[in-house]
């Protein structure tokens, strides 16, 4: 091999070279076997270490397909984890809060627990005192009510409809005047939470691009206080229902409907139903 | 989309030797996969650190795809074959552990951070894991260019570079120059180039005579 040879090669291998300058040389090469051997070890020199290169291209880009489909993967189990933690806490809540609904005396003022509560909204859906005597029937609202609510009971299309229709006619007449201020205080603590947790994310949000956390704790928060969030929105809708702020309502689901999130299908129905009920 | 994945979809190692040979990207990709799961689980050594292990895996990939290219594994009637055209008699994942454990041994030779292995009888310009019979071909052009493969396989890291830049991404000296700053002029990179190739004709030469 020759120094001197290596340049010429390179600009014949490259196509750098003219029209006229390609015949000359390819007519040099056939007369010179020193130059043929060079110019063929160094186009298969060229042509292997391009191939390599490109293969270690591609190894490259899945490579970053695949550890990124493992984020995704374990993104998605954490998530499910969470549908299914809440799913089981709503099972086990459910088993607890069925008996008590079912034992309960309607429209009385109790302690404020959750299944007295569910009863005197229930009773309010019914919006007549006459029905205070159904006490079967007024349970199955309950019940029907508590899957529009966020609760584990029939998802029957008919039943929604129907307590629709209540929350329509409805004038939502609390038994006594501070329970209205109850919820109107509670409204306004769900707000606070929600304005705190929005804060939060946004920090979140600058300490991963400051980089003092990982993309992966990053998201894990952000899966969380969505879930927070979401919460919070349902509870403030069922206390926007109740205390008849139909346009707050409405404004709420329609933005629920169009966020990804746990209640955006329920949100979604409850909209459509409402609007078609109006 | 499912949340729920129980396994990874698999094809037989057949339909993978097929497909990377047919260059289909789709099968390259999976079997890609496979082998870097598989590496992931399997394949730990002490001391080599996570750029050793990159650099083996890298290797071993680029390896493997060789010898499927190059037909040392094929596919016959269905059938996956390797030397001699007898079948396989392990699964595609073993093999490829079995040229990783190669490229394993070559890279301590090059960067020994534990005592040198004991190199006996081994041929002139071979090492401890080269497969001296890969390298029988009736075909001398394609010996020649399967050793010529191999070698650049395992060349150095500068030259390595040298002749990716120059010759796959067709840069100029002057650019080469910026991205090697190692080297003050062009006269310097072109002679480190000159002498790579040298060196491998060279290797190419001293193994096949």
Known sequence: MRLEFQDVIDRYLLNQMSEDERMAFEEKCASNSELHEQLEHTRNVKCIVSDRSKMLEKFRQWDDEYEEEKKVSAHKKRVSLYWASGAAAAVVVGCFLFPAVNNSELGSMGNGSLNQETAQLGGHVIGSNDTLNRTEETTNRLLAKNDIMGGEGNNDSQIREEQLLYFGKDTIKTHKSDRKEELEEELKGIETEINKISEKMRGLRQQLNSEGISQEVYMSMVDLFGYQKDELNWRRLQILLNLNQRNEAMALLDKMRHNEGQYKTKADSLYKATLNHE | ?209
């Open chain 2, 1 to 209: 989309m499912s949340i729920f994945r129980i396994s990874p979809k698999r094809y037989t190692d057949a339909e993978y030797v097929e497909g990377v040979y047919r260059n289909d990207p789709t099968m390259g990709h999976e079997l890609y996969n496979l082998c870097k799961r598989y590496y992931d689980k399997n394949f730990h050594k002490p001391n080599i650190g996570s750029e050793g292990g990159k650099d083996i895996l890298q290797s071993s990939l680029l390896a493997l795809w060789d010898n499927i290219r190059s037909k040392k594994l094929y596919v016959e009637d269905g059938l996956l074959k390797g030397k001699d055209g007898n079948p396989f008699t392990c699964s595609i994942t073993t093999y490829f552990i079995s040229i990783a454990h190669n490229q394993y041994l070559e890279w301590i030779r090059k960067n020994p951070i534990v005592p040198p292995i004991k190199l006996e009888k081994i041929p002139e310009g071979f090492s401890e894991g080269d497969d001296i019979e890969f390298f029988v071909d009736d075909d001398e052009t394609l010996r020649k260019r399967k050793i010529l493969s191999y070698r650049i396989n395992h060349m150095t890291k500068q030259c390595s570079k040298i002749l990716t830049l120059f010759y796959y991404e067709e840069k100029d000296y002057d650019e080469i120059m910026v991205l090697l700053p190692t080297f003050q002029s062009k006269d310097a990179i072109k002679t480190a180039k000159y002498k790579c190739l040298k060196r491998l004709r060279e290797s190419v030469i001293g193994t096949c005579y």
